[in-house]
């Protein structure tokens, strides 16, 4: 693809700016936002992989993981404002969530241990992560503020914090997998995926596109699970005080 044919996908700007202004969406300069920083952002990690990919340095995939799961941490953590030390929580999840997968993955020479395997797949399962993180945050304290009064009973009556919120955990937890699951019910049938897509296009067999794209829907199966009840099972005890009591959240 050129950047004349690349320039002209434009148009796909175009018709949203479009009709968010004809119905009085309010979303323009949102999706001017977006679609800068997606350009700059993605033109200039094109260039710093093309880079990394070269040097082939252990130090170089280290620092562009690391800078995924900082990324990643800093959009999250904002579901997740009203619990203490969610930070550290998340941050502790992603990398658990990445040595896991890539420990699996490296381990059993299923993938070889080369920078343009662990970078693309590890970006893929840490954002898969981010995004579960996000839900489940979002999901949690929905559930709280909604089972407050329910909550603060079973503490009065003698309940434990994880008695007390186990319900709601619980809910929040099978609330933000739901998702990764439903959609690799129709994978395939519905969708195709865009790491199966990408490779057909680039001119790869469909077998081994396939064989890829089950590595990785196999792997964000492990990633859905762990980032969710990781992040849930660590965050929950920051929500009471030393006395049992709940903590407002926001």
């Known amino acids: 693809m050129t950047y004349t044919s690349l320039s002209l996908t434009l ?3 175009l018709i949203p700016l479009v009709l968010s202004k004809t119905f009085k969406l309010g979303l323009e300069k949102d999706t001017i936002i977006a679609t800068i920083r997606s350009i700059i952002q993605l033109l200039a990690v094109g260039y710093i992989l093309n880079f990394v990919f070269d040097v082939g340095s252990i130090i170089y995939i280290f620092l562009m993981v690391a800078l995924m799961i900082v990324a990643a941490t800093l959009n999250a953590r904002k579901k997740g404002k009203g619990i203490k030390g969610i930070t550290w929580k998340i941050v502790f999840t992603l990398v658990m969530v990445e040595i896991v997968t890539q420990g699996v993955l490296l381990s059993f020479n299923i993938v070889p241990t080369t920078a343009q395997y662990i970078i693309p797949i590890s970006g893929m399962l840490i954002g898969n992560s981010m995004v579960l993180s996000i839900l489940f945050l979002n999901r949690f304290t929905a559930e709280i503020t909604s089972h407050e009064n329910e ?3 079973i503490l009065s009556l003698g309940g434990t914090p994880k008695q007390a919120i186990h319900r709601q955990l619980i809910n929040a937890i099978k609330a933000s997998m739901i998702p990764t699951i439903e959609s690799q019910k129709t994978i395939g049938l519905v969708q ?13 067999d469909p077998i081994q596109a396939v064989q890829f794209q089950l590595l990785i829907i196999f792997a964000l199966l492990t990633t859905a699970t762990l980032s969710s009840i990781m992040i849930g099972f660590l965050s929950y005890p920051a929500l009471f005080n030393e006395r049992l009591q709940l903590l407002e959240v926001e």
């Open 11 to 13: 148009i796909f700007v």
């Open 192 to 204: 195709l995926p865009g790491m199966m897509s990408g490779q057909i296009i680039g001119g790869a």
């Open 151 to 153: 909550i603060e009973l």
